[in-house]
């Protein structure tokens, strides 16, 4: 079988050396091509790219990753596509992997994952390799990941690639579409990627909450042209970030009426036994995250996480609001 390798690139000079040598770790140059498409870089990643015997193809202009990986599927030559992000290292045998899933052959996509591993060891970076990690993990289908995923190039053209307009999360839009055609993704754990992306508290935030913004517009284009057929495998990936938003909104009005005493009980329990009850529950929808991180970076790191993602719900409610809003008031100006 031969496989189109494709890497998107854009100002990635800090990790794309990383990510090159470990593709040359299992390039074939009789079975495989390899892709950079470049989105108009203007650091050291076009001179690294260059000492390795890849192909270099390059946007007219700057554009969205979507269109980057887009344009790398359609110059490609060959019908498998391997998607790998360019701040991502494959294993040496990610293509035994890959080829070792349950009916490989009848495959239309297979999603990977992201390892726990990252070069970079400060608490946002980790943080968020440990919740993605998670997150990916205990799913099972239909679950995409652009930064590591096969799929057959017939079908990626079929279901209309990536679309262009979505500036982040758009292998979750691409899922639903693929997904409305009646394909599935499978989820194979062991194809997994270890994720070189350093976050501070500003750039999490900040990636937290165009993320969750983003997920708006996605709802309404796939609403808009009747895309979503199985709700509730779309329901089941965003579950625990729903209840997570819904316990956080719960503590914020009970704190509230603690010190405002808007209403001194509910059904004859104080507030006080609320707070202590919707926080139990949070601790039980996150058990799984906390003994992970228990196990794998310490008490300290766990804790921190813990309390730490209270603060990525009130940034992703918040987005979701300012998302509603401004859909509003976009159909409002139209209607006008």
């Known amino acids: 079988m031969k496989y189109s390798v494709i890497i998107p690139t854009f100002n990635a000079e800090k990790t794309i050396e990383y990510c090159l040598n470990s593709v040359k ?6 079975t495989m091509e390899v892709i950079i498409c470049d989105n108009q870089s203007n650091d050291n990643t076009l ?5 390795f015997p890849f192909k270099i193809i390059h946007n007219n202009k700057k554009q969205s990753a979507s269109s980057t990986r887009n344009l790398g599927a359609i110059s490609s030559t060959y ?3 391997i998607f790998i992000d360019s701040d991502c290292v494959a294993p040496k045998n990610i293509i035994t992997i890959l080829e070792n899933t349950p009916n490989f052959n009848d495959s239309k996509c297979i999603a990977g994952n992201f390892s726990s591993k990252n070069i970079y060891k400060n608490f946002f970076s980790l943080y968020k390799t440990s919740y993605t990690h998670l997150k990916l993990k205990n799913k099972k289908m239909n679950v995409s990941n652009a930064a590591i995923m096969f799929i057959k190039k017939k079908y990626f053209l079929e279901v209309g690639m990536y679309d262009e307009n979505i500036i982040t999360m758009e292998d979750d839009e691409f899922s639903i579409r693929f997904q409305a055609k009646g394909y599935t993704t499978v989820f194979n754990p062991n194809l997994e990627v270890d994720h070189y992306k350093k976050y501070n508290f500003v750039s999490l935030t900040k990636n937290d909450f165009s993320r969750a913004k983003q997920l708006v517009t996605i709802l309404n284009i796939n609403l808009r042209n009747n895309h979503v057929k199985e709700s509730s495998n779309w329901v089941g990936l965003y579950l625990r970030g729903l209840i997570n938003c819904l316990l956080i909104m719960l ?6 009426n603690i010190i405002f005493n808007y209403v001194p ?3 004859g329990h104080c507030n006080f036994e609320f707070l202590i009850l919707i926080n139990i529950i949070y601790l039980l929808n996150n058990i799984d995250i906390f003994w992970f991180n228990l196990r794998t970076y310490g008490l300290i790191f766990s804790l921190m996480s813990l309390f730490f993602q209270i603060f990525t719900f009130l940034t992703i409610i918040l987005a979701l609001f300012s998302g509603f809003v401004e ?3 976009k159909k409002l100006s139209k209607t006008s």
Not at 25 to 30: G, I, V
Not at 47 to 51: H, P, Q, V
């Open 25 to 30: 770790s299992f390039y074939n140059e009789n």
């Open 47 to 51: 001179k690294i790219a260059e000492k």
């Open 79 to 81: 019908d498998n596509l």
């Open 251 to 256: 503590n914020i009005i009970v704190l509230s």
């Open 265 to 267: 009980s509910f059904g």
């Open 327 to 329: 859909l509003i008031f």
